[in-house]
């Protein structure tokens, strides 16, 4: 048990709609990192979170948004999905943001289907 | 860009024999590398890391990997494969212009008994 909890497990909805993945980061990590994982791309980053702010954007899509709160668990809204954005979504957290060697604890991930 | 790369997609070993995951990089900069290990429906496990210091480095479930600079490899390896190794194993290594990992195709590990 890496000690990042993500929720739902699973989720299934229709195109069009909108969901939210929730996860809460190892004790004492400040830094949160969403990925996505499909068999067409592989792994791939979205966006990080450190302390309550946005530090770094990868492949995220305009319909994604993500938020880190005060207690510093975080939220990935997905809107207007697509069948294409069916995919394991997965947080990670770590120590500190700017340090490069510090890994990155994986939680079990959301399976999104969109059908 | 930093990107690694997994020539193989299944590697298929018998239990007791010795395992090699390969892993290739191109970065810019000092690499800080890693790998992770994803059983089914499962998140990605931590095993190991390389960062700076000995080329010869030790992780979880007694796997270790071999930093080679002047190859760019940084392969995983065990002395012997158990049965329960079997999984889909990442390497990855750390985007320097950011904080993101970026990740290779992966490689099916089979180890049949």
């Known amino acids: 048990d890496s000690g990042v909890t993500q929720t739902p497990k699973h989720l299934i909805t229709a195109t069009g709609q909108r969901v939210t993945l929730r996860c809460s980061p190892r004790s004492g990590d400040l830094s949160v990192y969403w990925y996505q994982q499909s068999l067409d791309q592989g792994l791939q980053f979205l966006i990080q979170y450190y302390n309550g702010e946005e530090r770094a954007k990868g492949n995220i899509l305009e319909r994604f948004s993500a938020q880190q709160f005060p207690d510093l668990h975080s939220e990935l809204n997905l809107s207007s999905l697509e069948l294409g954005d069916s995919a394991l979504y997965f947080c990670?957290?770590?120590?500190?943001?700017?340090?490069?060697?510090?890994?990155?604890?994986f939680g079990p991930g959301t399976r999104l289907t969109v059908t | 860009a930093q990107s690694v790369a997994q020539p193989e997609d299944q590697v298929n070993v018998a239990e007791g024999n010795p395992l090699t995951v390969k892993c290739t990089y191109s970065?810019?900069?000092?690499?800080?590398l890693f790998w992770y290990v994803q059983y089914p429906n499962r998140g990605l496990q931590f095993l190991l890391k390389?960062?700076?210091?000995?080329?010869l480095v030790k992780g979880s479930y007694g796997f270790e990997a071999e930093f080679n600079k002047s190859q760019t490899s940084f392969h995983l390896k065990k002395p012997s494969a158990l049965v329960s190794d079997s999984a889909l194993y990442f390497c990855a290594v750390r985007d320097i212009t950011g904080n993101k990992l970026v990740f290779g195709a992966g490689t099916i590990l089979r180890v049949k008994s």
């Open positions: 970065v810019s900069g000092n690499p800080y």
């Open positions: 990670a957290s770590s120590v500190e943001g700017g340090a490069a060697s510090y890994e990155q604890y």
């Open positions: 390389y960062i700076t210091g000995d080329n």
